[in-house]
Each structure stands twice: as C-alpha cells, then as structure tokens.
C-alpha cells in the first residue's frame, strides 16, 4: 500500500510537508511553495496514493460530516427529508451519516454522544428536544456545538427551521367559521412540543378574532381518535397524518357523521391523504424546509450562530386540491430493469 512516505520520497519532500499540502493547507502561500505543493500532488497521482479521509479531516479540524437524527426512516416524511438532506448536503460538500431515534429520548441522546465520538461538524435532529437529558443539552450549549431541529422548532436554545402555520389556521378557522360553526376542535398530538404549543396559541388567537369557540383536544397515543371520533365535533383541524387516519377509521363506520375536516400534510405526505374527506388542507413546504435546515446548519459551523427560522405553510380549499403537485422522490430516484 503506497504511504505518505512514498509520496514525499518520490516529490524530494519531508513526510510533514508531503502531508501539509496534500491537505491543501500551503494553498494561497508563495510561488515555490505553491510549484512544490503541485509537485507533491503529481506524485501522489503517479503512485495512487489515495490520503485517509479521518487523517485530512484532524488536520484540518473538521470531517465536513453531518449527522441526521431521525425519529423513523419508515415514514415518508422522514425517508424523504433523508434523500433531499443528503442531496443539500452533498452540494454544500457534506456527508451525511444517519441514525434513528426510534421517538425515544434515550436513544435520541445515545445517538448524539455516538455522533460526537464520529467527529461529525453539526447535527440535525428531524424532532423536539423533549425527554434529551438537561445536562446533555446544556453541554451542546456551553460548547455552541452546530444542532438544529428541523420539522419542529425548540425552546432549548438551539437553531430550528419549521413550518410557521399561524396564517394558514386562520384561514382554515375563517372558513369554518363561515360555515357557520360556532365551535371549532383542534387535535394535537403531543401536547409537549413546543411548535405544537405555539399552532395551540394561533388557533386560539384565530378562534378568537372570529367569534367563534376554541376546543383544543391534545392526544398522546394514536388510539385516542376514536375517543376523539366519539365526541362528534362538527368541525375539526387535525395535525398528523397518521392522526388523521385513525379518526377517519372511526369516523367512516358511522354513515350519520361526517364533520368538516382539515388536515396538515406537506408534498410529500399529501398521497397519503383521505383528500374526499378534507374540506381543506394546511399544506408545509417539506423540501424547502429540509434544504434549509441544512444550508442553516453549515452556516452555524462557521459562525456558531443560532437561528430560529419559519417556513410559511398555505391553506388550501377542497376547490384548490387540484393544485397539489405530490412529489415521488421513488419515481425520481429508482429505476427498473428488465
């Protein structure tokens, strides 16, 4: 296997200088120090010699590495802000090493101690701070380490980027509203969340400036949308793919119920919508919001500076469905042979 050592035998070099500009750190120094680096790398090619990537990543102080933080890779949300992170992070000149949270706190901690041991440069975390020790969120903050939340913002103090759905829940609550629903539920889930706390607030605000009764309606576990199908409310937004499912399993059954409904789905998810159902959709711009998160991580590295950034959602009425585009990262991605 051809070492460092041949390299700076065949360039006529020190074994430190031969490392030194392979590294490309002699780049912008004086002339002979620029022919002697070019000399070097000559006789690197000629012999094959391939650098370690770790070996050039200590060097420089950086493995321009990423870690992706991901509750599932079975939901598609998930599976595709994984291919739109890696395609952002590539273009920036990052990779990207994956690891899944399975939603437990533990597991989300154990994976962020594992990315520091990998040298990562920064980490994005695809969910809430919720359950992450203190003391391990308190250490990321004493050492400005690059961490970012992306799908959900944070109150702990890191950088976010995540849907902003304060003007898209007033026009879902005015069109109910002009339904003439005096009552209008809204169905969370995870009442602990902080960007769930703050839609919580929206839609109060926006029931308020409407004449209209605010009923929020927190869940923790799926099975509770058919407690939630029993109460019968006559308007509904509910936040969640899966929560939306779920009520509709109970709902469909009764023939004598059909509340008006409005759900939150983004260009992905939106294939898995009951959209005959739905008199509106609240609808997140998922790729923008996953390049942007990437682009705002990277920049934290270089200036360790947090940001809290919101990406607009859009309501839409039934009439505007036919607008949607879904994007099929499969038919984008994989091919099939005969």
């Not at 990543?57 to 890779?73: D, F, I």
């Not at 059909?258 to 609240?282: C, I, K, M, R």
């Not at 682009?295 to 270089?302: C, E, N």
């Amino acid at each position: 296997m051809v070492t460092i050592k041949d390299v700076a035998e065949r360039a006529g070099v020190p074994v430190r200088m031969a490392a030194r500009a392979l590294s490309g750190t002699t780049l912008g120094k004086r002339r002979d120090a620029r022919e002697r680096a070019e000399r070097i790398r000559q006789a690197a090619k000629e012999l094959g010699y391939c650098p370690s990537e770790i070996a050039v990543s200590l060097t420089r102080g950086r493995t321009r590495t990423l870690g992706l933080l991901l509750p599932s890779l079975t939901d598609m949300f998930y599976a595709a802000a994984s291919e739109i992170a890696m395609d952002e992070a590539a273009k920036q000149g990052y990779s990207i090493l994956i690891r899944l949270s399975r939603f437990h706190p533990e597991l989300a901690a154990e994976s962020i101690g594992r990315f520091r041991s990998s040298r990562v440069d920064g980490i994005l975390f695809g969910d809430d701070c919720c359950g992450i020790p203190e003391e391990l969120l308190e250490l990321l903050r004493r050492q400005k380490f690059p961490f970012l939340t992306f799908a959900h913002s944070n109150n702990a103090g890191f950088s976010s980027v995540a849907p902003d759905h304060a003007a898209s829940i007033r026009a879902a609550v005015e069109m109910l509203a002009g339904r003439g629903h005096s009552r209008i539920a809204f169905a969370h889930f995870r009442r602990n969340y902080h960007s769930n706390q703050i839609d919580a607030k929206h839609f109060e605000e926006a029931c308020s400036a409407c004449g209209v009764e605010a009923e929020l309606c927190w869940q923790e576990r799926i099975n509770e949308y058919a407690e939630l199908a029993a109460k019968r409310h006559d308007a509904l937004l509910i936040n969640g793919k899966y929560s939306m499912r779920a009520f509709l399993d109970s709902v469909l059954p009764d023939a004598d119920y059909h509340p008006d409904l409005v759900g939150v789905y983004n260009e992905w998810t939106w294939a898995q919508a009951a959209s005959g159902q739905l008199l509106g959709t609240l609808m997140d711009q998922a790729e923008l919001t996953v390049r942007t998160a990437v682009q705002t991580l990277i920049a934290q590295i270089d200036t360790r500076e947090v940001r809290q950034i919101a990406i607009p959602a859009r309501f839409l009425p039934k009439e505007e469905f036919s607008s949607l585009h879904v994007r099929d990262l499969t038919s984008q991605y994989l091919t099939y042979s005969v």
